[in-house]
Every structure is written in C-alpha cells, then in structure tokens.
C-alpha cells in the first residue's frame, strides 16, 4: 500500500505540475475515494503535504520576486482566523464522528466544483473586468474584498484542504486584474502557507493526520512535480485543463452520490 500511496503522490504531483491546480483538488478526493481514507484524514493529511510543498515553492518566487506581500497580509488577516474557528467547529461537533466526516465529503464536493469553475471561467470574468474598469475594487473596498475572500478561502481549506489553488488564484485575478500572472501565482502560494500550516495543526491536534501515508505521498510529488513542470510546454493548455475539468466534475458527483 505504501508504494501505492508514492505512485499515486506522483501522479498528483505530475499533474500539479503541468496544470498549477493544487494538490488538494486531485489528492483530497482520490484518497477519499479510491483509497477508502475518511474525509477528515484525507483533509488533514494533505494539509500537512500543502504546507510543506507550499513552503518550498514560496522560497523559489521570493527569490523571484513575485510576490505581492501586502496582499499576502490581507489574505492572512481573514483566512488564518477562519481557520482557527473551521477548527474549533470540528473539534467541538466531532472531526471523526460519521455525521462530521459525511458534511466533510460534500464540502470537498463543492470546493472541487468550484475549483471546475475557476479553470474553465478564469479567463472570461478577467476579460470582462478589464472591459469594465468601472466594476474594479480600489482603496479600503479592495481591502475589505480581500480580507473577505481570505476568510472565506480559510474555512474552505481546513473542511475541505481545497481552495488555496485555483480558487485562490481566481479570487486574486478577480480582485487585482492587473495583477501579473507570476505574482498572482506567488502570492497565491505565499498566502497558503501559514493558512495550511495552521489548518494542519488544528488537524494534528483533532488526530485527523496520517503520519505514514503523508511520508509516502511526499516521496512521490516531489519528483512527480518536477518532471511535471518540465513538460508543461510540450502539452496544450486547453487541453489539460479540459481534461482536468471534466475529471473534478466526476469526482464531485462520485462524492455526493
């Protein structure tokens, strides 16, 4: 089982690598789903893997310099107290109870939907607020949005793992339009780690992490992404991003149903 476990973290890495979707929407469920792992292990056993692989890919766009700090400090302001109360809520409700662990896989559900979303639509909703400049947020408004958007994303990522991804990065397209795509990637990146960090020790503390099989999916992204991000030229875009789509979408009704 556990050289499964490497191939399959390879698999997701790879497939992370050519897209830039998170992990969360392709590790979360394919636990859940072809492995047999409750929901709230799945989620807290790939928040411990985001918060590590996170953390090496913000060193890499800090050197870089794409990262957009005040942003990051915003999203943190409305995401990491989200998650410390998205904690609070399973620890008081019951992290492993079946009840928990069902409302857990539906919000996993969701958060892959909206992921679809966010890849399939991204590109229209940038196009039509670069048409409308008169709908862009400024000033204490774009703060407020953002600080929002964090914490909605916080809740989000600690019921779920997803959403510190591809709908982090469309929120913050959203948001700042004129935002390049490099900073919008290293800020979306940066953010997630103190929020996943944080989310993984809530779910540390509930018992919800599975020391040996995060090891395991490690051992396997690390090269997966890599060869990942090597071929991302050679393979069109809208190609694995349809694939992609149409995957999640399967996934999330396989998870309701």
Known sequence: MTLTYIFSGFAVGTLVGLTGVGGGSLMTPLLTLLFGVSPTVAVGTDLAFASITKAAGTFTHRLRGTVEWHVVRLLC???LPAAVIATLFLKHFGALDKEIGQLIRYSIAVSVLLTVVALLFKGKMLNWLNKHPEKQLHGKNLAAATIIAGAVLGTLVTISSI?????????????????SAAHIAGTDIAYAVPLTAIAAFGHWWLGSIDWVLLGSLLIGSLPGITLGSMAARAVPEKFLRGLLATTLTLVAAKLVL
């Open 77 to 79: 302001y409305g995401a």
């Open 163 to 179: 959403g510190a991804g591809a709908i982090g990065a469309t929120l913050l397209v959203m948001l700042y339009p004129r935002m």
